[in-house]
């Protein structure tokens, strides 16, 4: 156990509709990332935060955005989502911002949009 | 053109037959190179970050090196529970904080 939890585990949706994920980092980290994994993609860094404020964008689509939160829970908010947003979203979490910062992932949220 | 490669794609070992994976990365300053292990609809677990030439680290029968242009993994003796995913990722100074994730090797271990 990673320490970082995410929820919920499974998400089933139609296309067009919103959906949030939501994560809570390890004790003591103030970073969090989001990644999406999709089997013709691997695994694709989204977004950072750090303390409450962003730090570095990925490949992330407008569609999609990114909060966290004063008590360092993050949330990923997914809108107008299409048959290819289908994937496994994780999150990260590392105690400091730089370079050496240890990513430890939660468990994952396996998102299907019908 | 892709900034972190692994070698191979798949391997599979009978139990007890050491070898070895590749990671191969193009970028122009790293800061870190990191090993992970994924199983099936988990999350990657970290195993190994290495920072400059040379460095070695060991944990059971899992042993990672690095020099200035590749990371290899080594496996020796691995058993059946070896199996899984190994993915490798760099960090380097034009990405700022976030990591670029190789493809991975999905290994297979025999009993």
């Known amino acids: 156990d990673s320490g970082v939890t995410q929820t919920p585990k499974h998400l089933i949706t139609a296309t067009g509709q919103r959906v949030t994920l939501r994560c809570s980092p390890r004790?003591?980290?103030?970073?969090v990332y989001w990644y999406q994994q999709s089997l013709d993609q691997g695994l694709q860094f989204l977004i950072q935060y750090y303390n409450g404020e962003e730090r570095a964008k990925g490949n992330i689509l407008e569609r999609f955005s990114a909060q966290q939160f004063p008590d360092l829970h993050s949330e990923l908010n997914l809108s107008s989502l299409e048959l290819g947003d289908s994937a496994l979203y994780f999150c990260?979490?590392?105690?400091?911002?730089?370079?050496?910062?240890?990513?430890?992932f939660g468990a994952g949220t396996r998102l299907s949009v019908l | 053109e892709d900034q972190v490669t692994q070698s191979p794609e798949a391997l599979r070992l009978q139990e007890g037959e050491s070898s070895s994976l590749n990671c191969s990365y193009t970028v122009s300053g790293l800061r870190g190179l990191f090993w992970y292990r994924q199983d099936p609809g988990k999350g990657p677990e970290f195993l190994f970050t290495?920072?400059?030439a040379g460095e070695e680290k060991e944990k059971e029968r899992l042993k990672a090196t690095l020099t200035k242009k590749e990371s290899f993994l080594h496996i020796t003796a691995p058993k059946p529970e070896d199996s899984a995913t190994y993915l490798c990722?760099?960090?380097?100074?034009?990405?700022?904080?976030?990591?670029?994730f190789g493809p991975g090797t999905r290994l297979s271990v025999l009993p």
């Open positions: 290495l920072y400059s």
């Open positions: 990260a979490s590392g105690r400091g911002q730089g370079a050496k910062n240890i990513q430890y």
């Open positions: 990722a760099v960090q380097e100074d034009n990405y700022g904080q976030n990591f670029v």
């Open positions: 004790s003591g980290d103030l970073s």
